[in-house]
């Protein structure tokens, strides 16, 4: 509460480094605000923007989508 998704996923990422992830959790923003640039939430580590109300199809292509990344990243493979 009281915080953007920006500043979570900044909060989540140095937890992570503080911890000496390896791999990042996969991070997908939902947002109503569909003027925000996908560079602007890459550029912060969202894999992915599904906005607001949720289609829920495309919903479930982004989760694959961050799945396969993860996987990828696991086996040091390539999705493309």
Known sequence: PGE?????????????????????IPALALTAFTQV???RLRAAGFLER?????DADKLVSAIRLAV???QA?????DHV
């Open 4 to 24: 953007d998704g920006f500043e979570a996923l900044r909060r989540i990422r140095s937890l992570e480094m503080a911890c000496g992830a390896e791999r990042y």
């Open 37 to 39: 640039e996908r560079e």
């Open 68 to 70: 396969k990344d993860r």
């Open 50 to 54: 599904v906005d607001k109300p949720v």
């Open 73 to 77: 990243l696991k086996t040091g493979t």
